[in-house]
């Protein structure tokens, strides 16, 4: 018999991806959970799917579950992790596996605010329960009553979780995606030119360098600060690295750069800036998070 719920399942598919995404920072494990999430569903007897009034509701409920799960065995995993480790970076769905975006929308992430590497970088720093109480409330507008049996706490702590987690997020004014292209191009052509002078002034003195390649590509194991030092790293970079393409493109929604070796994708560079000057730069090696990057 066909399941009479059975479009209105498929059609939460996207929403689930984009939640899992947000929560974990890794498409290939949101994929997991989405696939677990489905699992869960048709593990149901008729009658019990029958009596679930909202598919949708069920659905996202037992992927954040999963997904408060794994975040909590996420910190054990990355202990052993071989330096600093970045979320995956999401390429733009016209570059998306080296062609356009899947056919079908529900394998896409919508790419907002709430996508950017800055967000989600922050977002990795907070506990499990804030996580997931805070991308649920703000982002995804459930309340807190509807978070309660997510998280297993009351409402009112609920409320405290996103709270607490609402005060890390950086409120600053952010340039608009015009101006961030212009600084990032800028980058791009100060480090191909070893311009050590002009990669400082597009740097905030105190900004911040990571680089990300789980032990598995040639990259700094701890952060570099201070626009000098990172200027200096970037220009020996050029100088004993292979001749690389260096591309402009969509990082999480916002400008960034892919360095091209042969054709193959070898680096992700998403960067934060305010103002005009780049305060954060994540350099994703890591060839396992580079599996959506266009190869050609």
Not at 117 to 140: N, Q, Y
Not at 235 to 254: H, S, Y
């Amino acid at each position: 018999m066909t399941d009479p719920q059975l479009r209105a399942v498929i059609d939460e598919r996207r929403q689930l991806i984009n939640l899992a995404y947000r929560l974990i920072g890794s498409l290939s494990e949101a994929e997991d959970v989405v696939q677990e999430t489905y699992v869960r569903w048709y593990a149901l007897s008729e009658r019990q799917r029958q009596d679930v009034v909202t598919p949708g509701a069920w659905l996202t409920t037992v992927a954040s579950r999963i997904c408060l799960d794994l975040l909590g065995s996420a910190r054990a995993r990355r202990e052993q992790y071989v330096g600093e480790w970045i979320p995956e970076p999401i390429p733009n769905h016209s570059e998306w596996l080296g062609g356009p975006a899947p056919g079908d929308p529900a394998d896409r992430v919508t790419l907002d605010e709430s996508i950017g590497m800055a967000f989600l970088v922050v977002l990795d720093s907070m506990t499990p329960a804030e996580r997931v109480a805070f991308v649920l409330h703000d982002v995804f507008r459930y309340s807190f009553a509807e978070i309660v049996d997510i998280v297993g706490r009351t409402p009112a702590a609920c409320r405290q979780l996103a709270s607490s987690a609402r005060r890390r997020i950086d409120t600053s004014q952010r340039p608009s995606s015009a101006q961030r292209a212009d600084v990032v191009r800028d980058f791009k052509r100060a480090w191909e030119t070893s311009d050590m002078e002009a990669l400082i002034g597009l740097l905030d003195p105190t900004a911040i360098a990571t680089a990300d390649s789980g032990g598995l590509a040639p990259a700094f194991r701890e952060p570099i600060t201070g626009s000098e030092h990172i200027a200096s790293a970037w220009i020996e970079i050029a100088a004993r690295g292979p001749q690389v393409a260096l591309l402009e493109r969509t990082v999480n929604g916002q400008p960034g750069l892919v360095a091209q070796f042969r054709n193959a994708v070898i680096s992700v560079y998403a960067f934060d800036i305010v103002g005009t000057r780049i305060t954060r730069i994540w350099a994703i090696r890591n060839p396992e998070k580079l599996r959506l990057w266009t190869t050609s």
